[in-house]
């Protein structure tokens, strides 16, 4: 009872003190995975709209950029030729435009320039050096068209309005042979007149208004898209020098020009996207050019009006919805996260389950191995204490009776001594035994190639008590030939004596019963001597245990056989000493056998 309650105590301070504070722990960690888990789904949308916002302004600001690079590039490149405004001396150089001769840039198409007048003027298409190649004129007139149809909507619908309201106004001023080139350099004669005025010009400076690009865009025809930047420049011919003919034709003109470029459709719906969303775009979210999708459990979308943000005009409403796109966030990707975390958290809680466990186990096992031992003890104590009683009180006894002189029959003062020496040597035995048990733990002894048989030949004498007269209650049956077997002659007298004295303690032969049998064989490697008996055997449960120190098959209180629990371990211990094994067997028809089994010498 007390010992069952000693156990509970300790697998409870193990729960209070391990099992506990790891499940709450765990538990407290899981509900935090939980929250994280549903906080992030539910910060989604927000996720998407805060992805937008950075893609756009990337873009923007990419944009932008081009248009400031754009806005300073002086009005007078947009023509084929051009008079540098750096050029030194009172020579009109004259050189071809950048926008004729560079490189384009992959976000132009074409740059333009017009005069605006109500009239149809020439409309200057320029393609930089791309537009030297083959298709130049099919291409510029393609462009040309395109061009004339923005001019249409220009002055057609209203949006000459806007030119009062116009912003960025810079006004710088520009040499008058530069602006005089710009606005006649493709005629011959104009050319000729310029360069030979050239030095009457100089000093002549023409002060001109530039204003920002502004930005539309609209669908040619209902389906192809022009996003157009344009500019326009004013400027008024007033300071011009005496005896300069061909500038007569301008002087006193005020002239408004429009410039600029159309932005290549691919790279403004697709290129720029694309590379800002590679930059700023993370993990779970994803940019959509394929035009409007829809938002599903498995994701949340941010729509992005590309045309709008970049800021351009449109005259129709479907126009501002061209081409939109849209940013994607995963949720997947977060549930995938979740469920991977997840399944790392049950797995380092199984591996930690398992842990306590088996800990809970060892730890049981160990309590109760303890607990066995010293319950083992105690009945020791109680046996020893038991057993020296005895003996010490009769040799008491006779000694008294001997010296106060009781009796004088020679006969029974040697009967008497008898008993002394009988008592003295089961004393001297128990003492033996108790000594032998803690020598044999200590140490090894080295086993010698002997018979088996032959020793136990010598033995038969002693052990079966012919000399004093009593029934033959042991029969020997020695196999002749036994192969020689890994063996001291210590350990077989040790082992018989003890088992031979078992048999006889607790399987007691009847008169005219069948004597304990002491016998040997040999099989398979291995030479056995086996003690059997008719007694009652020992109960199945028991068994494994029988050859532990001081264990005793039942309890202390209620058993009759006087013991130690010492006889069965040192058989073991003898045993073990010589590398030999006991084992108990049951007997066929009741009883038991107690063998031991030797390695036999090869
Ligand atoms: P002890 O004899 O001092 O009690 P042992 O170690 O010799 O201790 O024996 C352990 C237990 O094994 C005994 O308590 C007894 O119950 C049982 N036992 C030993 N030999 C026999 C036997 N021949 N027949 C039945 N039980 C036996």
Redesign the pocket.
């Known amino acids: 009872m007390r010992r069952l309650r000693t156990t509970r105590t300790s697998l409870g301070l193990f729960g209070a003190l391990l099992v506990m504070p790891t499940l709450v722990l765990g538990a407290l960690y899981w509900r935090e995975l939980v929250n994280d888990y549903e906080a992030q789904l539910e910060s989604i949308p927000q996720a998407a709209q805060s992805a937008k916002d950075r893609i756009v302004a990337s873009m923007v600001e990419r944009f932008q950029k081009l248009l400031e690079s754009e806005a300073r590039r002086p009005f007078t490149h947009y023509g084929e030729i051009f008079s540098p405004e750096d050029a030194i001396g009172s020579d009109l150089a004259l050189t071809e435009s950048p926008l004729v001769s560079e490189e384009r840039p992959r976000e132009i198409e074409a740059w333009f320039s017009f005069e605006f007048d109500y009239g149809e003027t020439e409309i200057h298409v320029l393609q930089g050096d791309a537009g030297k190649g083959e298709n130049l004129a099919r291409k510029e007139n393609y462009l040309s068209s395109a061009i004339a149809d923005f001019r249409k909507r220009y002055l057609g619908e209203g949006l000459y309005s806007r030119l009062t309201g116009l912003q960025g106004e810079k006004t710088t001023t520009y040499p008058l042979a530069a602006v005089a080139v710009f606005l006649g350099y493709k005629e011959q004669a104009q050319q000729t007149c310029l360069k030979a005025c050239a030095s009457k010009m100089e000093g002549h400076e023409v002060p001109v208004n530039v204003f920002d690009f502004e930005l539309d865009f609209y669908l040619q025809d209902g389906k192809r898209p022009r996003a157009i930047a344009s500019r326009r420049i004013s400027f008024p011919i007033e300071d011009v020098p005496a005896n300069v003919p061909c500038l007569a034709s301008i002087e006193g003109e005020v002239f408004t020009i429009i410039q600029g470029f159309i932005l290549q459709p691919e790279w403004l719906f697709n290129e720029l996207p694309q590379l800002q969303a590679r930059r700023v775009l993370a993990g779970a979210e994803e940019l959509l050019t394929l035009g409007p999708s829809y938002e599903d459990a498995t994701r949340s979308v941010a729509t992005i009006n590309l045309i709008s943000e970049l800021g351009f005009d449109t005259a129709e409403p479907e126009e501002r919805w061209y081409r939109q796109l849209e940013v994607a966030v995963d949720r997947e990707e977060i549930r995938r996260r979740f469920e991977k975390q997840s399944q790392r958290f049950l797995l380092v809680a199984f591996m930690l389950v398992l842990t306590l466990s088996t800990g809970m186990v060892f730890m049981y096992r160990s309590v109760s191995k303890e607990l066995d031992h010293a319950h083992r003890m105690q009945n020791f104590v109680a046996?020893v204490t038991h057993e020296l009683r005895t003996p010490i009180s009769t040799i008491q006894l006779h000694a008294e009776m001997l010296l106060e002189g009781w009796t004088t029959d020679p006969e029974v003062v040697k009967t008497y001594h008898a008993r002394i020496l009988r008592e003295t040597k089961r004393l001297s035995t128990l003492v033996e035994r108790v000594l032998e048990k803690s020598r044999l733990k200590e140490r090894t002894t080295d086993p010698v190639r002997a018979n088996l048989s032959e020793i136990l030949q010598e033995l038969e004498h002693d052990l079966v008590g012919v000399e004093e007269g009593g029934p033959r209650d042991v029969r020997f049956e020695l196999e002749r030939d036994l192969p020689p077997a890994w063996l001291t002659p210590e350990a077989v007298v040790g082992i018989a004596t003890?088992?031979v004295e078992?048999?006889r303690?607790?399987?007691p032969v009847p008169a005219g019963g069948e004597p304990i049998c002491v016998r040997t064989r040999s099989r398979e490697g291995h030479v056995y001597i086996e003690?059997a008996?008719r007694?009652?055997?020992?109960p199945a449960g028991?068994r494994d245990r029988?050859?532990e120190a001081f264990?005793?098959?039942?309890s202390e209180a209620t058993?009759t056989?006087?013991?130690?629990?010492?006889?069965?371990?040192l058989v073991q211990l003898f045993a073990e000493s010589v590398g030999a094994q006991a084992q108990y067997l049951p007997r066929d028809g009741g009883?038991?056998i107690?063998q031991v089994a030797f390695k036999t010498a090869g």
């Open positions: 046996a003890n088992l078992n048999a303690k607790y399987a003690v008996d007694g009652p055997g020992v028991e029988i050859f264990y005793r098959v039942g058993r056989t006087k013991g130690t629990g010492l006889g069965l371990h009883g038991s107690f």
